[in-house]
């Protein structure tokens, strides 16, 4: 009886609807948000979803994994943005597109800087891997090859700049929020816009 009683215990619990994986994650990213990451459990964030805590271990076995589920959803949400507002450029403008691109990364970074900074609060200047696999850059490597592709841009390493264009853009949204000014993002993205314009058309003059 005693081996049958664990057998039971073990058994895995029903998987979560969808539905409900949404609402923890709806939950998790407003309880985050207000109370810092370490001040908030499982239960905390099944409760505020309305679902038992065994829901919320069901789903997601750790804060962390619920943390990287929000993190997966932020840079897909983020990325779906960019790529709706590019599919709305006119075919083969490669310049509109990298100025929508622009536009719409300095958008999507200061409408969210709350959120950004709650699902990254744990990421390291140093983590080299994410500048590997970063489907943001993946975006702009595809951009600026079919750019050159088309003859519009030079640029000898496609990878390396789209490193350094993302780099840039981040680390110049990351300057305006440092401020505590407002921003006025007419003239961040224009700068930015105007530095990679250059940069990529630079080499044409060799």
Same mark, same amino acid.
């Given at each position: 009886?005693?081996t049958?009683?664990?057998?039971?215990?073990?058994?895995?619990?029903?998987?979560v609807?969808p539905?409900?994986?949404? !609402?923890?994650?709806?939950?998790?990213? /407003?309880?985050?948000?207000?109370r810092?990451?370490?001040? +908030?459990? $499982?239960? #905390? %964030?099944?409760?505020?979803?309305?679902?038992?805590?065994?829901?919320?271990?069901a789903?997601?076995?750790?804060?962390?994994?619920?943390?990287?589920?929000?993190?997966?959803?932020?840079?897909?949400?983020?990325?779906?943005?960019?790529?709706?507002a590019?599919?709305?450029?006119?075919?083969?403008?490669?310049? !509109?597109?990298?100025?929508?691109?622009? /536009?719409?990364?300095?958008?999507?970074?200061?409408?969210? +800087?709350? $959120?950004? #900074? %709650?699902?990254?609060?744990d990421?390291?200047?140093?983590?080299?891997?994410?500048?590997?696999?970063?489907?943001v850059?993946e975006?702009?490597?595809?951009?600026?090859?079919?750019?050159?592709?088309?003859?519009?841009?030079?640029?000898?390493?496609?990878?390396?700049?789209?490193?350094?264009?993302?780099?840039?853009?981040?680390?110049?949204?990351?300057?305006?929020?440092?401020s505590?000014e407002?921003?006025?993002?007419?003239? $961040?993205?224009?700068?930015?816009?105007?530095?990679?314009?250059?940069?990529v058309?630079?080499?044409?003059?060799?």
């Amino acid at each position: 009886m005693t081996t049958l009683r664990s057998s039971a215990l073990a058994v895995p619990p029903p998987p979560v609807p969808p539905a409900a994986a949404t !609402a923890l994650m709806d939950a998790a990213e /407003r309880l985050f948000i207000e109370r810092g990451v370490e001040r +908030v459990g $499982l239960a #905390d %964030v099944a409760a505020a979803a309305g679902l038992p805590p065994r829901a919320a271990r069901a789903h997601y076995a750790s804060r962390e994994r619920l943390l990287q589920a929000l993190q997966d959803r932020f840079v897909s949400d983020y990325c779906a943005h960019l790529d709706a507002a590019m599919a709305r450029c006119p075919p083969g403008d490669w310049s !509109a597109r990298l100025r929508t691109f622009v /536009r719409t990364g300095v958008d999507g970074y200061l409408d969210h +800087v709350a $959120l950004h #900074d %709650v699902v990254f609060h744990d990421q390291r200047s140093h983590d080299r891997q994410a500048w590997q696999d970063n489907p943001v850059i993946e975006r702009l490597v595809e951009l600026l090859e079919g750019g050159i592709a088309a003859r519009v841009w030079v640029a000898p390493d496609p990878r390396l700049t789209a490193v350094i264009f993302f780099t840039a853009m981040h680390s110049a949204v990351d300057r305006v929020i440092a401020s505590g000014e407002p921003a006025d993002r007419q003239r $961040l993205s224009q700068t930015l816009i105007g530095y990679f314009e250059r940069s990529v058309q630079w080499w044409t003059r060799f």
